[in-house]
């Protein structure tokens, strides 16, 4: 059967903080418990600017933070430290080419993750989820979140979390909803920029579909039935057809550079 996680992305005290409020309302009205990826340090000059003048202060963002993680059993993932994507390398996924971790040294991505985790505890937050920026990690991203008591990736390719370098990874490749017969599916969003239209479009969903979504902790609970070998079958399957139509659109792509130039 298939299920839904909500995840909410580039969060931080100087977002858009309007939209965050309006999406929150509505998680809130349909008992549904996201996860959400709060940049500890936020430098990222283009998400400044989508706050378009709409954020809050930093001591009021991070109470509110602790009440919706103590109270409402959100789920809280760090996301990065800074989002600043230094390297242009993809990493593990091969999804983007540009990364805040990837292609840097064991020493400097372990001071980002430490760092990350400081700015949290010393807001009494803390997390064992990580969520890369640009969908960007290597090998050494993994090692270092190991030893910084991190546990869980939210990102990966797949229909069922699976444990993969000694980490649990729950799948993220989708961006929208979409139909499907099973699996979970955690979708993404990056509402800074949303207007009216989206959110209505996100409350229908949330209409017709909250009874579908779950939480992250009932997604790594069940982490012991997913490690089954139908599941593990199904992932493999997933993965390789995932990376065929990702190739077959890149090849697209550049067919259509090529005609247009």
């Not at 699976?162 to 729950?170: A, K, R, S, T």
């Not at 209409?207 to 790594?220: G, Q």
Request: charge should be neutral.
């Amino acid at each position: 059967m298939k299920r839904y996680i909500i995840r909410l992305d580039d969060i931080s005290w100087d977002m858009n903080y309007e939209n965050f409020a309006r999406i929150k309302n509505m998680l809130v009205k349909y008992d549904v418990r996201p996860i959400i990826g709060i940049i500890p340090d936020n430098n990222d000059t283009l998400l400044k600017k989508q706050a378009r003048g709409k954020e809050i202060g930093q001591e009021e963002f991070w109470e509110e933070m602790r009440c919706l993680q103590n109270d409402y059993g959100w789920k809280i993932a760090v996301h990065g430290y800074d989002h600043v994507y230094i390297t242009d390398d993809s990493g593990i996924l091969g999804i983007n080419n540009f990364s805040e971790f990837s292609g840097l040294s064991y020493d400097i991505q372990y001071e980002k993750i430490s760092s990350g985790k400081n700015v949290f505890r010393s807001h009494g937050i803390d997390t064992d989820v990580f969520m890369a920026p640009g969908h960007s990690f290597d090998e050494i991203t993994i090692s270092v979140l190991i030893n910084n008591g991190i546990t869980t990736i939210t990102d990966g390719i797949g229909l069922f979390p699976y444990v993969e370098d000694g980490i649990l990874f729950v799948p993220q490749t989708w961006w929208w909803p979409h139909r499907g017969l099973i699996g979970i599916e955690t979708v993404a969003f990056h509402v800074n920029e949303w207007n009216k239209e989206k959110f209505c479009q996100f409350e229908t969903f949330l209409r017709r579909m909250h009874k579908k979504c779950i939480s992250f902790n009932e997604a790594t609970d069940s982490i012991s039935k997913y490690n089954k070998r139908i599941y593990k079958i199904i992932n493999e399957v997933y993965r390789r057809v995932y990376y065929i139509e990702r190739e077959g659109y890149v090849l697209a792509a550049k067919i259509k550079r090529s005609i247009l130039r």
